[in-house]
T-cell receptor
Framework: DADVTQTPRNRITKTGKRIMLECSQTKGHDRMYWYRQDPGLGLQLIYYSFDVKDINKGEISDGYSVSRQAQAKFSLSLESAIPNQTALYFC??????????????FGPGTRLTVL | GQNIDQPTEMTATEGAIVQINCTYQTSGFNGLFWYQQHAGEAPTFLSYNVLDGLEEKGRFSSFLSRSKGYSYLLLKELQMKDSASYLCASATGANNLFFGTGTRLTVIP
């Protein structure tokens, strides 16, 4: 089984709808992240969480919210989807390693299309 | 602020060597990562450099010069399966990554 899973893998929705993307991990990592990727652009950090009680905004958090339901689960919500939120969304996890960065492991991605 | 520059596309021949360059300007720099991403798939970790110098891992090597804000990824004995995007990412603070736009490498026979 995959260590980091995302559901759904593909979603088509309409403008104004509320959408939730889910991420689960079996790696036992404390840290979880949500990124979006657009063609020709790098991965952009939306939100990140270093433990269950910790939520932080990333570069592009406007229009998004997150929930860290447990160590293993981190959900991303689009409260009112708009077409420019059409993108590939990745969840990632990493371990805590003192003050040094640790490798991030990515889920398979969710392709979201907002019409 | 954060900025990463890497070439958009490169083409190389099967069996050859290719070097993908990355320059960065990063506040609170704490290391440089390289990831490989095949089209439509998740990025996968290749290498991490925090000290100056060359790290070798099989056919892949990565170099870092902190004073120059420069890194490169060297791929030897290219194979067709190496056709992918290569993402340079600088680490800031404890564990956040700032990604470049990626270099799409095409390996031709």
């Amino acid at each position: 089984d995959a260590d980091v899973t995302q559901t759904p893998r593909n979603r088509i929705t309409k403008t104004g709808k509320r959408i939730m993307l889910e991420c689960s991990q079996t790696k036992g990592h404390d840290r979880m992240y949500w990124y979006r990727q657009d063609p020709g652009l790098g991965l952009q950090l939306i939100y990140y969480s270093f433990d269950v009680k910790d939520i932080n905004k990333g570069e592009i958090s406007d229009g998004y919210s997150v929930s860290r339901q447990a160590q293993a689960k981190f959900s991303l919500s689009l409260e009112s989807a708009i077409p420019n939120q059409t993108a590939l969304y990745f969840c990632a996890t990493s371990d805590a390693f003192g003050g040094a960065p640790d490798t991030q492991y990515f889920g398979p991605g969710t392709r979201l299309t907002v019409l | 602020g954060q900025n990463i520059d890497q070439p958009t596309e490169m083409t190389a021949t099967e069996g050859a060597i290719v070097q993908i360059n990355c320059t960065y300007q990063t506040s609170g720099f704490n290391g440089l990562f390289w990831y490989q991403q095949h089209a439509g798939e998740a990025p996968t970790f290749l290498s991490y450099n925090v000290l100056d110098g060359l790290e070798e891992k099989g056919r892949f090597s990565s170099f870092l010069s902190r004073s120059k804000g420069y890194s490169y990824l060297l791929l030897k004995e290219l194979q067709m399966k190496d056709s992918a995007s290569y993402l340079c990412a600088s680490a800031t603070g404890a564990n956040n990554l700032f990604f470049g736009t990626g270099t799409r490498l095409t390996v031709i026979p």
